[in-house]
């Protein structure tokens, strides 16, 4: 059996939340072929334990590592945990990736945005406010979406682009639809007013790539990007429809 394709099965069953199978493949990998787990057969476990729930598992398949856990499985239990909103785990669990990596700032967003979630401000801003403190910082939103085989790369409100002001008209079009469809996005992580909220999340570098790619390729064709957010996963399904 392939370690690369049979870690590729497992995470084909995370990102499905097919649990059940996921631990098929991983028992099966070890028990009937034999092959010693690697840290990316971990994290990818860890990942799927921890996105349906079960996060103690997940923590548990982190701590029975052979080897030191590693920042990546950290960071698969960090972002279970701003999925179900374990504030306690996601402190615990931060801690522990800053003490591999003490300039990590992906973890300093996800517990704000943690804070956030369970309307904590005076918590969120505290975070907030160490991370600047200790001079981590963070990385410009970015996703790349292949369009006529070529890579086009969008950052958070991205203004340079050419079809910019073509890209907000549809953008805002498509909001309208899929508000008058009656979908609400998601504004739990986002602590800002109700308009700042709106034009923050219809404004990330996701958005943006995907109505690039609707407005230049014809109906039904497939949109290949990188980097997804949670907001994004809701969204991308009524704006590609509305393309039809």
Known sequence: MDVQKNCGSIEDACHAGLVDEGMHCYASMVTDYMISAKLEHYTCMVDLLGSAGYLQEAENMVMAMPCKPQVAAWMALLGACRIHGKVEMAEHVTKQILELEP??????????????????????????????????????????????????????????????????????????????????????????????????????????????????????????????????????????????
């Open 103 to 244: 300039d990590n700032a992906a973890s300093y967003v996800l517990l704000s945005n943690i804070y956030a979630a369970a309307g904590n401000r005076h918590l969120c801003e505290n975070v907030e406010r160490q991370r600047k403190e200790k001079g981590v910082k963070k990385q410009l939103g970015c996703t790349w979406i292949e369009v006529n085989n070529k890579v086009h790369t969008f950052v958070v409100e991205g203004q340079d682009r050419p079809q910019i002001t073509e890209i907000h008209a549809e953008l805002e079009r498509l909001s309208g639809l899929m508000h008058d469809a009656g979908y609400l996005p998601c504004m739990k992580f986002v602590l800002h007013d109700v308009e700042e909220q709106v034009f923050y999340l219809c404004h990330h570098s996701e958005n943006l790539a995907i109505t690039f790619g609707l407005i230049n390729t014809a109906p039904d064709t497939p949109l290949r990007i990188r980097k997804i957010c949670g907001f994004l996963k809701i969204a991308i399904l009524p704006q590609s429809s509305s393309q039809k």
